[in-house]
């Protein structure tokens, strides 16, 4: 349904459905003192830190003066979709924000008046990507910013390695927790015309993540990424098949890193070609097309570094299904009553909690979490899972 009002969307959370639309209400009456212009939402992968930010977003510039944040008005539909024009919604693709961008982009967007709404809002998702410079250029904005700017920053967490301690203390800090699984189903069910068994096995295999639970109901390479990602805990006790696993693991996931960012970044440069005149014949062609190259290869180099974010990602994303098997083998070993995050695995969670000792499924844990801190020093993702697979094999101890 997408006239759900902002209330509706938040119902899952009412913490925070209450303190958005408190300081949404507060931002109406003219009440400076009770609206915060600097907010920090903090939570888990995939609760929806960003949807929250843009419900606010809206809450903020809804037009209908009896219902605020009703979802149905142009402000409020446009903020809803990240596309307002008083609306930044800075969504990082590369390792960091690069300090240049804060200065020539996010902050000048800061300083703006709003052109049709009452308040300019900024929202940078994953706002742990603020490197100390970056962050230091942003400081003066949010220590003091313009009487009609709000500024959301989306984080994992308040922690130091998660967020720029000079700029938690400006911020209002909000938390918001994963959604329920039950509203993760609905979502699926309602959103994506996934069937409820389907979506339930996703919420659960996503960890109640929204955004990956969607891709899961919605792709088939995603399905089969996961599913080469949990038998590889299998294939630890069958010798070279796991190595050959690994290989062919390494190269789907890169190549779906690749080919779900494939279109969006040619017809990035073909915009780029158009824009610099590439294609033109007659006079003055050749000088212009020479002057293009430089703005071409700074294009390449900018996808590069896009690139290279995304694989890591995606790595992440495979590690985070492997984890989930010795997760499983450890709830089951120990006889917790917790419900298993590959519930479709079960069989084979059982096997390696039969297999391993609980020291050995805390090292294999161990070797994930290794496999996953070599890929950001940047070892090759080859290398990196063939070391993990050697280290998962001796926890598995298997000779």
């Known amino acids: 349904m997408t006239t759900r009002s902002v209330s509706e969307r ?4 009412p913490s925070v459905r209450d303190t958005i639309m408190s300081a949404a209400q507060a931002a109406r009456l003219g009440d400076g003192y009770a609206m915060t212009h600097a907010w ?8 929806g830190r960003s949807q929250a930010a843009l419900a606010f977003a809206a809450a903020l510039m809804c037009t209908n003066p009896d219902e605020i944040g009703c979802g149905r008005c142009e402000n409020c539909r446009q903020a809803l979709a990240g596309t307002h024009t008083d609306l930044l919604h800075v969504v990082p693709q590369r ?36 490197n100390t410079d970056a962050a230091d250029a942003l400081l003066k904005t949010v220590e003091e910013p313009p009487e009609h700017t709000v500024i959301i920053m989306c984080a994992p967490s308040t922690d130091p390695r998660d967020f720029p301690q000079t700029l938690r203390s400006r911020c209002r800090h909000l938390y918001v927790p994963a959604p329920a699984e039950d509203e993760v189903v609905r979502i699926l069910v309602e959103e994506e015309g996934a069937a409820e068994h389907d979506a339930r096995l996703a919420a659960a295999a996503t960890m109640r993540h929204v955004g990956r639970a969607r891709l899961l109901v919605r792709s088939d390479k995603v399905q089969q990424r996961r599913s080469m990602a949990i038998n590889l805990a299998e294939l630890v006790f069958h010798g ?19 080919e779900a960012h494939k279109a969006e970044d ?52 495979v ?30 969670s059982r096997e390696i909690a039969e297999r391993v000792s609980p020291e050995g499924l805390v090292a294999c844990q161990e070797a994930i979490a290794q496999c996953r801190l070599r890929l950001t020093q940047q070892v090759q993702p080859a290398v990196a899972f063939n070391g993990m697979l050697g280290h998962l094999r001796l926890a598995c101890n298997v000779s």
């Open 10 to 13: 938040l119902a899952g959370t």
């Open 40 to 47: 920090l939402f903090t939570g888990p992968p995939g609760a």
């Open 95 to 130: 390792v960091n924000i690069p300090v240049a961008y804060v200065r020539d982009t996010i902050v000048p967007q800061a300083s703006r008046l709003p052109t049709v709404a009452d308040w300019r809002v900024i929202v940078i998702e994953n706002a742990d990507r603020l």
């Open 240 to 258: 070279a098949q796991a190595f050959q696993a690994v290989s062919a693991l390494v190269k789907a996931a890169e190549s779906e890193a690749v």
């Open 266 to 317: 040619e017809a990035e440069r073909a915009k780029l070609e158009n824009a610099l005149g590439m294609g033109a014949k007659g006079k003055g062609s050749a000088k212009a097309l020479g002057g293009a190259a430089a703005s071409i290869k700074a294009l390449e180099e900018e996808q590069k570094k896009r690139g290279t974010r995304r694989k890591r990602d995606m790595f992440d994303l």
């Open 319 to 348: 590690l985070v299904d492997l984890a989930g098997v010795y997760r499983d083998a450890m709830m089951l070993q120990s006889g917790a009553d917790l419900p298993l995050i590959h519930p479709d695995y079960e069989g084979l």
